[in-house]
């Protein structure tokens, strides 16, 4: 009877071993194959007043309702992305406002524009860029494997606080990951009678952006961030090529940005 038992004891404690194997290879087996994996990083540091983050979160919005997101979407090879909206200040402000969220038609972007809107909007002192990048990078440990993983980061200032964004940035891109930006260059001063930073659009250059077809888009001033947003969503999504503007591959509209620096 003691045999039996120890036998019936030890198959038991096979099976739960079994099972938990089981259990824990499961998130890997079931990964759900997408053309891109996006982290949106967007700044709410206190830098950007009232005015300038509503048009900066209707900018974004409004860039995910319009047609051409999707029909750049769909045109990818497997038709769908995996997209999350976070929102960054300094250092011990990073907060994911959208989870990731399976994007594959107009209805899936409508969505989740819907989603931002709904969020509320919290300002945060000091701008870390290296503490969002940081934040963004284990996000990609989830149900998704995108042929690409890129973090698009939008701001309008540099690096004041945490580590070196050049360590967080090489950081990253040793994962596998590219970042983007979209600096907002503008004329004015801070709520705090700070001046603007003048050569934003070269600090991102030189510090932020990095990776496979790494790229810039520059938004001149908030009032036209609508525009910059569409524009880089759509070449992000599309994967266009150098050369290739946003424009001509998905129908007229879109504003002339400024020609992305690669790097």
Request: charged share 25%; glycine share 8%; aromatic share 8%.
């Given at each position: ?80 992305i995996a997209v999350a909206y976070v929102e960054w200040a300094g250092t011990q402000y990073q907060q994911i406002i959208v989870n990731w969220t399976l994007i594959k038609d107009a209805a899936g972007a409508q969505a ?33 494997e995108g042929t690409r993983r890129v973090i698009d980061v939008s701001g309008d200032g540099s690096n004041n606080r945490g580590r070196p964004i050049r360590s967080a940035r090489d950081d990253a891109i040793a994962r ?88």
């Amino acid at each position: 009877m003691l045999h039996l038992r120890q036998v019936a004891i030890r198959k038991l404690a096979c099976l739960v071993l079994l099972s938990s194997a089981l259990f824990a290879r499961q998130p890997w087996a079931t990964l759900l194959e997408v053309d891109l994996e996006l982290i949106l990083a967007v700044d709410v540091s206190r830098s950007i007043d009232e005015d300038e983050a509503r048009l900066q979160r209707e900018g974004y919005v409004r860039a995910w309702r319009d047609p051409r997101i999707a029909r750049a979407i769909q045109n990818g090879p497997l038709g769908r992305i995996a997209v999350a909206y976070v929102e960054w200040a300094g250092t011990q402000y990073q907060q994911i406002i959208v989870n990731w969220t399976l994007i594959k038609d107009a209805a899936g972007a409508q969505a989740f524009a819907d989603a931002i809107e709904r969020s509320p909007r919290i300002a945060e002192s000091w701008t870390s860029i290296s503490a969002a990048l940081d934040f963004c990078v284990p996000m990609f440990n989830n149900a998704y494997e995108g042929t690409r993983r890129v973090i698009d980061v939008s701001g309008d200032g540099s690096n004041n606080r945490g580590r070196p964004i050049r360590s967080a940035r090489d950081d990253a891109i040793a994962r596998g990951i590219t970042i983007n930006g979209l600096p907002i260059v503008n004329d004015r001063p801070s709520p705090f009678g700070f001046a603007a930073e003048k050569d934003l659009d070269k600090y991102y250059e030189q510090n932020v952006i990095g990776g496979p077809g790494a790229f810039m888009t520059v938004a001149i001033g908030f009032d036209t961030f609508t525009q910059a947003v569409l524009t880089k969503l759509i070449k992000e999504i599309a994967n266009l090529p150098a050369g290739v503007r946003p424009e001509d591959a998905f129908g007229g509209g879109l504003a002339r940005a400024p020609e992305p620096a690669a790097n």
